[in-house]
Every structure is written in C-alpha cells, then in structure tokens.
C-alpha cells in the first residue's frame, strides 16, 4: 500500500521560510517513463499544483511561488520537499503533497494523481 506522509504545520513571519517534507513508503516505480510527485495549494474546494518534479529531474512551478520554492527529493530516504522563502499571508493554506505513479510529463492538475499525503497547514502572519 502506497502512503505517503507528511510534516506537521508550519507556522512563520511574513518574509520566513519553510520546509515542508513528505515520506514516501510502499511504492515502486514501474514505469519506464517515470512517475510525477507533486505539492499542491487548496484554498476551500480549489486546489491546484504550484510544484511538480519528475523522477528524471525536470521541475516547474506555478506563477505565485516561482522563484521563492524549490521542489527535490531525496531518493534515500523516499522523501520530497518543498522549500519555500520570502513567504507571504497570501501564501497561508493547506498543503499537500502527491504521487502520480506512471506519467512523462507531470501535470498541475489533482485529477493525475492517485496518492495523497494527508496535508500540511502553513500560516504566514504579517
């Protein structure tokens, strides 16, 4: 069973930084095009991807962290991150990170993924 696991909440000052982590276990990559993991913002019943990273290292971001985020992964540990600085109020809501388990090029939208992490509020106070 594929899980995946993530940090505790966050919380900072306008201007911060953070780290959020999620813990991959239980998954196996099969495909030879590769597999998408993914960190995603959800504000009420919106949610959307704003970093993705494919497992042959190609990455992107949405508009509204580029430049201030950087998605990775650590292979030994089964583990994918999102640093994130210079952050904002605008930036407070709940995290989540994902697994596309078979994908060549990874997209921003939820309806790809199959696995969730259980989510991550990050609060930025002024």
């Known amino acids: 069973q594929i899980k995946l696991m993530q940090s505790g909440a966050e919380s900072v000052h306008t201007g911060g930084s953070i780290r959020l982590s999620c813990v991959i276990s239980?998954?196996?990559?099969?495909?030879?095009?590769?597999?998408?993991l993914a960190w995603f913002r959800q504000r009420g019943a919106l949610r959307w991807g704003v970093a993705t990273l494919?497992?042959?290292?190609?990455?992107t971001y949405h508009d509204s962290i580029k430049g201030r985020a950087t998605i990775s992964m650590d292979s030994a540990q089964n583990t994918v991150y999102l640093e994130m600085t210079k952050l904002r109020p605008e930036d407070t809501e709940v995290y989540y990170c994902?697994?596309?388990?078979?994908?060549?090029?990874?997209?921003?939208?939820?309806?790809?993924?199959?696995?969730w992490g259980q989510g991550t509020q990050v609060t930025v106070s002024a």
């Open positions: 494919h497992s042959g290292g190609t990455t």
């Open positions: 239980g998954f196996t990559p099969h495909f030879d095009g590769g597999y998408c």
């Open positions: 994902a697994l596309e388990r078979e994908g060549t090029w990874c997209s921003a939208f939820d309806t790809y993924y199959e696995d």
